[in-house]
C-alpha cells in the first residue's frame, strides 16, 4: 500500500457544468451569498472572501443541459464547510426564504448539515464542523459517525455574531 498522502492536502474547488451561468449566480450569489470573482461568457467564477474561486460554472457543454438521469454515475454532492454553526444557520435562513426545498438534515456527531440541490440538480451539503473534542469515539478513540436528526428550527433561531 502507497504511503499517505500529505496532511496538508485540501480540496480546492469544485467546477460545476450547468445549463444556465445566470441562473445559477442568481443562486450561488444571489442566495448563499458567495461573490462574483470573474463573469466570462459561459462560465462564472465565485467565492467567499477574496478567494480566486471556491465554484467555477459553466456552459461549455452543457448550455441548456438537464441533469444526470438517476442511476448514472457523477458527482453525488458538493459540501460548503462554514465556520460557524451561526454561519451555517444564516445559510439555512437564505435557502428557506428562497422557498429551495430542503432534501435533508443530519447531525454527523462530526458535523451538523444540510442537503439540497442547486438550480441544475447538483447535490449541495452546507455545513459546519463541531469542535474536535466533542467528535464522538469510541474506546481505542477511532471517530464514530452518525446520521441523526438535526433540529433545523432550532438552528434557524441562532443569531449571528
Known sequence: MA????????????HL???????????????L?????????QAAFISAGGYH???GLNTWTSRGGSPPARGTTGLFHAA???????ALADAVRRVLAANIPLDGAADHGVSEAIYLHDPDGNGLELYWDK????????????????TRELDV???TRLESH
Open 53 to 55: 474561486h471556491h465554484i
Open 17 to 31: 457544468k450547468v445549463a444556465d451561468v445566470d441562473r445559477s449566480l442568481a443562486f450561488y450569489c444571489g442566495v
Open 153 to 155: 428550527a432550532g438552528l
Open 80 to 86: 460548503i464547510l462554514y465556520p460557524t454553526r451561526e
Open 131 to 146: 469542535p474536535e473534542k466533542e467528535w464522538p469515539r469510541d474506546a481505542k478513540g477511532n471517530i464514530e459517525m452518525y
Open 3 to 14: 504511503p499517505p498522502i500529505h496532511p496538508g492536502v485540501r480540496i480546492g474547488h469544485v
Open 33 to 41: 451569498g458567495f461573490e462574483l470573482v470573474q463573469r466570462l461568457p
